[in-house]
């Protein structure tokens, strides 16, 4: 049966079409009211970066990991530190762990696998719990690495192999470039390589606490790393020196600034100070996060959290309180 013809005038149906392009208009406005929120923030109060990523770039190309897997790279590397392992055991444990979770510390895997290498239990790697805690894992790795004759001149398929029995053992070939490019930076060859754009901002809930960075350093990287708190001033603006009773602005000296030598205690001449200084410098940036990092800063150079899509800058002013060559790591309030 044919439709009837309507029955409403040119007039009559003239309302109609007004209110349907006042709704697709009011809708309009909606979706972009909704864009411009989510815009900002995902970009960050004052115009901060829209993603959080670390980033490593050299000369000899660019790589960019979530903040989980560069905070967990930057453990394994620690690690290797702390038993004065070369980079290329570093390169050959980020590898592995690159093709076994893609630097997650997963709770999940093949049969009984685990961790950031996939370890398992059954296979006598330690309970799932130890695994799940990546300097047991990444120490465990390391255990099985330095037992193997000349492992730092075999091809790097080959010393991964040996640790971890995988049923494809050249996948982890694919890995080696970018394995290598991270190691340069995590070891501190590559100064100033690695930056992360995560935004920790001042007054967040329970802001960092400068013990729990301590005590990190000293798991991780071993207890010659000698980390202490040191009174440093205020900076102007930042909040910072806020009084934590009343809130009121002050320019006293604030106990937020962890500093670590860039050498280890008692034993100054050791080593490369300065890449000693950007190894640890750039730790702190990619565990910034989950420590609630405000400012790193070495040398002449600084990483702020809120301005961190910037990277490495110009430090403002010298650094107080502490020795020259200390990595100053100050939490967030």
């Not at 003239?14 to 697709?24: E, I, Q, S, T, V």
């Not at 829209?50 to 980033?55: A, L």
């Not at 120490?139 to 010393?159: C, H, M, Q, W």
């Not at 890995?175 to 100064?191: I, K, M, P, Q, V």
């Amino acid at each position: 049966m044919p439709k009837p013809p309507s029955t409403s005038t040119p007039d009559e149906r003239a309302p109609r079409k007004r209110g349907r392009a006042a709704r697709l208009a009011t809708a309009g406005l909606v979706l972009l009211g909704v864009a411009g929120y989510a815009a900002h923030h995902l970009a960050g109060v004052g115009g901060g970066p829209r993603r959080s990523e670390c980033t490593v770039t050299t000369e000899a190309g660019s790589l960019t990991l979530e903040l989980q897997q560069a905070a967990n790279a930057s453990t394994i590397a620690a690690v290797a530190t702390s038993r004065g392992l070369p980079e290329r055991a570093v390169t050959i444990a980020l590898a592995t762990s690159m093709q076994e979770s893609a630097l997650r510390n997963l709770d999940h895997g093949d049969r009984d696998s685990v961790g950031l290498f996939q370890q398992r239990p059954s296979q006598g790697w330690g309970t799932a719990a130890q695994i799940m805690d990546p300097v047991y894992s990444s120490n465990e790795f390391f255990d099985g690495l330095v037992k193997i004759p000349g492992y730092s001149r075999l091809p790097l398929t080959v010393a991964a192999q040996k640790v971890q029995k995988s049923g494809f053992p050249q996948a982890y070939a694919k890995h080696e470039a970018d394995a290598a490019l991270l190691a340069g930076a995590l070891t501190g060859r590559h100064a100033g390589a690695l930056t992360c754009t995560a935004r920790v901002a001042a007054g967040a809930a329970g802001g960092g606490d400068p013990a729990k960075v301590r005590a990190r350093l000293v798991r991780e990287f071993g207890a010659d790393v000698a980390p202490r708190t040191v009174e440093a001033p205020a900076d102007p603006g930042d909040g910072a020196g806020k009084d934590a009773k009343n809130g009121s602005g002050s320019t006293g000296p604030t106990r937020r600034t962890v500093a670590v030598p860039s050498a280890p205690a008692g034993n100054e001449a050791r080593g490369d100070r300065r890449r000693r200084g950007w190894e640890l410098a750039q730790w702190a940036v990619a565990h910034a996060h989950e420590l609630k990092v405000e400012k790193v800063s070495f040398g002449d150079r600084e990483w702020s959290a809120g301005a961190s899509d910037r990277g490495w800058t110009a430090a403002n002013s010298a650094a107080s309180g502490d020795a020259p060559g200390d990595v100053r790591i100050t939490v967030a309030q």
